[in-house]
């Protein structure tokens, strides 16, 4: 008896979750990207700075932004897409974007957010955006992404 032409073999239906997991963080952060260059939904445009913390941008009032910071979105979620194709990538995007993420956090948090060094820029809704969102990824990509397979991408 031949097996339906639809069904997905037991590896393939368990890669999903963590390719969906990534493409979504993917999506979101392409979406965010953008975002920071609306008027309205950011304030301050005519304020945006490329990079320094002098950027009077903020997506949603909210948080800080500036070209490079949407740069940085926008590089991330095309990552993220590209990346869902196979389990493997996909795993990877969440757990090493994950802690690129909780890195950005930590810098953040030690840096002098009036200072030079904060070149992104960075504020404290940032920080903490990027604390919740690099454990979420990396969180995701444990749980979803099971076992490593010895074949990167598999």
Same mark, same amino acid.
């Given at each position: 008896m031949?097996?339906p032409?639809?069904?997905? %073999?037991?590896?393939?239906? $368990?890669?999903?979750?963590v390719? $969906? ?6 999506? !979101? ?6 975002? =920071?260059f609306?008027? @309205? ?10 990079? @320094?913390?002098? $950027? =009077? ?8 932004? %500036?070209?490079?910071? *949407? ?10 897409? !590209? ?12 757990? @090493? ?20 060094? *904060? ?7 940032? *920080?903490?955006?990027?604390?919740g969102? =690099? ?5 995701? =990509? ?6 490593r %397979? ?5």
């Open positions: 031949m097996a032409r639809h069904s997905l %073999s037991r590896p393939a239906r $368990s890669a999903r979750p390719r $969906s997991a990534a493409g979504l963080v993917g999506l !979101v952060l392409l979406v965010v990207a953008v975002l =920071g609306v008027p @309205g939904v950011t304030t301050g445009v005519d304020e945006m700075a490329f990079a @320094g913390h002098e $950027s =009077g941008a903020e997506l949603f009032g909210v948080f800080q932004v %500036s070209v490079l910071h *949407n740069a940085v979105h926008l590089l991330f979620g095309a990552a993220g897409v !590209v990346m869902s194709r196979t389990a493997g990538t996909a795993r990877a995007f969440l757990v @090493g974007g994950g802690f690129v993420y909780l890195l950005l956090w930590l810098y953040g948090v030690l840096v002098d957010l009036d200072g030079d060094a *904060n070149f992104v820029p960075f504020d404290t809704a940032d *920080n903490w955006l990027h604390l969102l =690099g454990a979420a990824m990396v969180l995701l =990509g444990v749980v979803l992404g099971g076992r %397979s010895r074949a990167f991408g598999r």
